[in-house]
């Protein structure tokens, strides 16, 4: 065997629980030979390109499930869907409404299609840097400022599972016939239960993109697009998802996503929902403490009041616990469950987080320093660009930045190219480089990117 299918052999064997995505939890049982089913586009079974029968009909269940007028499934992931979503609104030199917490795959289609970002930024939690909801009056204010926005792009629910007003929100930004585009990436889970949030389709956004994957049993890529048609044109919906689809869609995949669907039922979610209910009456903690979200599935373990940061939390309970949790930031960890997950993977999580509180001790509360925000040197297109080059990450305040600086996951930029380094970013990414978080845009000896003069 490769090295690889070795490593995930030998993984698969260690019974480590997975408390991350994809949310099949590897807990679906489907015994065959994907070499036996992985075919194109041959008779008899449609083409995802111009669905007339078998994907038809599935695209038609997505939006019969969703309360959509049309639906998209998308073999790329999330990334494509909201690439097609903002392609088809926006273009060169316009502008769009962004939350700043938006995902990487926005700021990327931006840079693509040379869009103006006008940034709204929700307000942040204090002891853990979380970022809270987009409240509906910011929008207002925003769209009232600019009258030339031609959309606005928000996430929710976060990776945190934050939910922002999406009724309230839609209706601000239908008064000026524009669209909300809603990144719902981990929340294809919503509307199924009423344990769990609405989904964004039912009240009222325009284009909403989930990734099945995250939350829901389907294979890793797959998730869809529900697409409302009031404020929208849907031709050149379609004109941008046959751009950015792949054009050779894996059936296996297209078939996780119809399984996915077989799957879902209201026992599956009431099962879900007792699961999660017996975890949080068992699991009683005094140090560390649990995120308060509206997605109960997303478990959030707050370490603001203990000695130990979420970064330690994420290894103890890997090495110790054999518990795998999705991320880490240094004041958080998250774990993602799902309909897949066990009884007695939510016990051993309990069990863990009990005994780590136990041993953990109570430190001095300290708050969370939220970064400046980062003033504008020139677009994010001019920025990407123009010359570059690379200067020790101290040295950088008052330069303007050459790219995205991103701790990852979440993958929400400290800074954008065109954005100039403040004194309070810099510490900011020095924290997380010192932490051991993933970052992305600063290399191992902290040197960053910064356009030149003449760029």
Not at 190 to 204: A, C, H, K, Q
């Amino acid at each position: 065997m490769g090295e690889l299918i070795d490593k995930l052999m030998n993984y698969e064997k260690e019974g480590i629980y997975p408390f991350h995505m994809p949310g099949h939890k590897r807990n679906i049982d489907i015994c065959f030979n994907p070499y036996k089913y992985d075919i194109t586009e041959i008779t008899g079974f449609d083409d995802l390109h111009k669905a007339e029968d078998v994907l038809l009909r599935l695209t038609e269940r997505i939006s019969k499930m969703y309360s959509a007028d049309k639906s998209y499934i998308l073999n790329n992931g999330s990334t494509s869907g909201i690439m097609t979503a903002i392609s088809a609104i926006a273009g060169y030199n316009d502008t769009v409404l962004v939350a700043r917490n938006c995902h990487k795959s926005v700021y990327n289609t931006l840079i693509l299609r040379g869009i103006n970002p006008e940034y709204i930024y929700p307000q942040v939690d204090k002891n853990t840097g979380i970022n809270l909801a987009i409240n509906a009056s910011d929008v207002e204010k925003a769209l009232e400022l600019n009258n030339k926005i031609k959309a606005v792009i928000i996430t929710s629910p976060t990776y945190e599972g934050i939910v922002s007003d999406i009724e309230g929100i839609s209706k601000v930004v239908h008064r000026r016939n524009i669209p909300l585009i809603v990144d719902c990436a981990h929340g294809a889970h919503f509307g199924f239960s009423d344990f769990f949030p609405e989904n964004p389709v039912r009240l009222g956004a325009d284009m909403v993109i989930m990734s099945l994957h995250k939350t829901l049993p389907a294979f890793t890529q797959t998730a869809v697009m529900c697409v409302k048609s009031g404020f929208v044109d849907i031709d050149e919906i379609d004109r941008y998802y046959h751009i950015y689809l792949s054009s050779s869609p894996s059936y296996i995949l297209m078939a996780s996503v119809e399984y996915c669907m077989d799957y879902l039922n209201d026992d599956i979610f009431l099962k879900y929902k007792n699961k999660l209910i017996s975890f949080y009456e068992k699991c009683k903690l005094e140090k560390l403490h649990f995120y308060p979200t509206e997605d109960m599935g997303k478990i959030v373990i707050s370490t603001w009041d203990c000695d130990i940061n979420g970064i330690q939390l994420k290894e103890i309970l890997r090495d110790k616990y054999r518990l795998e949790m999705e991320m880490a930031s240094l004041e958080y960890v998250i774990a993602m469950t799902s309909v897949c997950d066990t009884v007695d993977g939510f016990n051993r999580l309990a069990d863990a987080l009990m005994e780590i509180d136990f041993l953990c001790n109570k430190k001095q509360k300290q708050e969370f320093t939220v970064p400046e925000r980062a003033e504008t040197g020139i677009t994010l297109y001019e920025a990407v660009s123009s010359v570059k080059r690379k200067i020790k990450c101290n040295d950088s305040e008052g330069k303007i930045s050459g790219d995205f600086i991103f701790a990852y996951p979440p993958g929400i930029p400290v800074i954008t190219p065109g954005e100039i380094f403040n004194k309070k970013i810099i510490e900011c990414i020095d924290r997380y480089v010192e932490s051991g978080a993933n970052m992305y845009g600063i290399d191992l000896h902290k040197m960053v990117s910064i356009c030149t003069e003449e760029g």
